[in-house]
């Protein structure tokens, strides 16, 4: 090589060096300054719940639970993972009275405001940084209202008391970030005195005697929302068994409503045997229900693993509560204003399940909601379902019937074929994630090789009562 040459490649080297050391250095620069975790989700619809500086892997709750006096005691252990230099950060907690509270062994400073939980650990906590906050917490729960009237929280029954908490209810008994955007794994132990059984989500790890009183301990391996956990206390008749693929099922009937209900331990495991035909595989590890005597609050919950009914239900509720197990509770929305994701898609089951047995056709349901015949079709054209006009009308009839209109409008468009293999990919596709609207029909029109934005904008986004064509 010309030694002017190896001059100017030499000085070229250098350069691209030096520039290269910049960039590593801009790339690996120290963290920023610690600050606050935003104390909110970001969600349009609820926007005091969550926070975004942190993200929970897992919650371990153990409970003691008096239903003499309804008072509960309390500790949360909270493992998580700063997504930024955390200075402080929030929980949401409502009613309940915390009276010791540290992150990582060290004690952190407590402060709350409404429904908010401050803490402040002793030393800022890094971006990527695994942390665990320990909560011991105390007191009488409360019963929770909805926007739209209805009642959630932790809710006292004549033999104990139910949580049940969608959208906001989970935070009147445990502290965390309850969100349906942030999903965790959960063990839950609850102690009551001997005589009551306590059921929770997932698998019954463990029961022991102390005294005259009892512990239960349930794992949830798989992700959960918040909204959807739940601890049930009172008297019930127990009965295991199995679906064809050898799934746990757990049944728990309060002993006032086993007349009036179907026969759940082979009604839970046919549904899930046909659901996971239409829907694929079944997402979490065990299966059931609990048919409790609650009548007063009039819905039912679709609570993982064993969906909640506040009384006998009938054979299409208990369909839908199940079909939930996929429809949010596996692939749950990132906002609350995607909640047709859920119920849309579980009312759909509903048609699906009716024609399947022969009773009617999914074109004749549609027809009756479309024509306003149908018992459940009335105000379904209030609003477009994808855009609840606030917290009050989350759960409204266009969120349920108009959703499930738009996805057989979706089927009668691409065909049988293409809408169940729609169907089970996105149930794979998500599985124990989140997702919203946009997904869904970007998946659609890559499945179906269609353009289906006028579909969607009609039936999905658009206000009043559409035209067929």
């Known amino acids: 090589m010309h030694p002017a040459w190896l001059s100017r490649a030499a000085l070229f080297a250098v350069l691209l060096l030096t520039v290269g050391t910049a960039c590593t250095s801009s790339d690996s620069r120290p963290d920023e300054a610690p600050r606050p975790g935003a104390a909110s989700a970001g969600d349009a619809l609820f926007p005091a719940l969550g926070n975004r500086g942190y993200d929970v892997g897992h919650y371990a709750l153990t409970l003691d639970y008096a239903p003499e006096t309804n008072e509960l005691t309390g500790t949360a252990v909270i493992t998580a993972r700063a997504k930024q230099h955390l200075s402080?950060?929030?929980?949401?907690?409502?009613?309940?009275?915390?009276?010791?509270a540290s992150i990582n062994g060290a004690d952190a400073e407590v402060s709350s405001k409404k429904n908010k939980l401050t803490l402040t650990p002793a030393h800022p906590l890094k971006t990527g940084a695994a942390f665990t906050t320990t909560i011991?917490?105390?007191?009488?729960?409360?019963?929770?209202?909805?926007?739209?009237?209805?009642?959630?929280?932790?809710?006292?029954?004549?033999?104990?008391?139910?949580?049940?908490?969608?959208?906001?209810?989970?935070?009147?008994?445990?502290?965390?970030?309850?969100?349906?955007?942030?999903?965790?794994?959960?063990?839950?132990?609850?102690?009551?005195?001997?005589?009551?059984?306590?059921?929770?989500?997932?698998?019954?790890?463990?029961?022991?005697?102390?005294?005259?009183?009892?512990?239960?301990?349930?794992?949830?391996?798989?992700?959960?929302?918040?909204?959807?956990?739940?601890?049930?206390v009172g008297s019930f008749d127990i009965s295991t068994t199995t679906t064809k693929q050898g799934l746990p099922v757990y049944i728990a009937v309060d002993p006032d409503e086993v007349e009036d209900s179907p026969d759940m331990a082979q009604l839970v495991p046919e549904v899930i045997d046909w659901a996971s035909s239409r829907f694929g595989r079944y997402p979490f590890a065990s299966t059931g229900a609990i048919v409790d005597h609650l009548p007063d609050i009039e819905y039912a919950l679709e609570t993982q693993t064993k969906p909640y009914f506040e009384k006998a239900p009938d054979e299409t509720l208990v369909v839908h509560e199940l079909?939930?197990?996929?429809?949010?509770?596996?692939?749950?929305?990132?906002?609350?204003?995607?909640?047709?994701?859920?119920?849309?898609?579980?009312?759909?089951?509903?048609?699906?399940?009716?024609?399947?047995?022969?009773?009617?056709?999914?074109?004749?349901?549609?027809?009756?909601?479309y024509n306003g015949t149908h018992p459940e079709s009335e105000g379904i054209w209030d609003f477009p379902p994808a855009h609840p006009p606030s917290a009050k009308h989350v759960s409204d009839s266009p969120v349920y019937g108009r959703g499930a209109m738009t996805l057989h409008r979706l089927r009668e468009t691409v065909g049988d074929n293409v809408f169940f293999i729609i169907l089970k990919t996105w149930?794979?596709?998500?599985?124990?994630?989140?997702?919203?609207?946009?997904?869904?029909?970007?998946?659609?029109?890559?499945?179906?090789?269609?353009?289906?934005?006028?579909?969607?904008?009609?039936?999905?986004?658009?206000?009043?009562?559409?035209?067929l064509s």
């Open 88 to 100: 402080r950060f929030t929980l949401d907690l409502a009613g309940l009275k915390v009276y010791n």
């Open 136 to 232: 011991h917490y105390s007191g009488i729960p409360n019963m929770i209202t909805d926007a739209d009237g209805g009642m959630e929280g932790w809710i006292e029954t004549d033999d104990g008391a139910t949580a049940l908490g969608e959208p906001t209810g989970s935070m009147a008994w445990f502290p965390g970030n309850h969100h349906p955007s942030d999903k965790a794994r959960y063990d839950i132990t609850v102690t009551v005195p001997k005589g009551y059984t306590a059921v929770s989500n997932g698998e019954l790890a463990s029961m022991r005697d102390k005294g005259r009183r009892r512990t239960w301990r349930w794992h949830t391996g798989e992700p959960m929302a918040s909204y959807v956990t739940t601890v049930v």
């Open 427 to 467: 149930t794979k596709e998500h599985r124990h994630g989140n997702a919203h609207t946009a997904q869904f029909i970007k998946l659609c029109e890559r499945k179906s090789g269609m353009d289906l934005t006028e579909l969607f904008d009609t039936w999905l986004n658009s206000k009043g009562k559409p035209t």
């Open 323 to 369: 079909a939930h197990q996929w429809f949010g509770n596996s692939v749950t929305p990132r906002s609350w204003r995607d909640m047709w994701l859920n119920e849309g898609f579980a009312t759909y089951a509903e048609w699906l399940w009716q024609e399947d047995q022969g009773d009617t056709t999914a074109d004749e349901i549609f027809d009756a909601f």
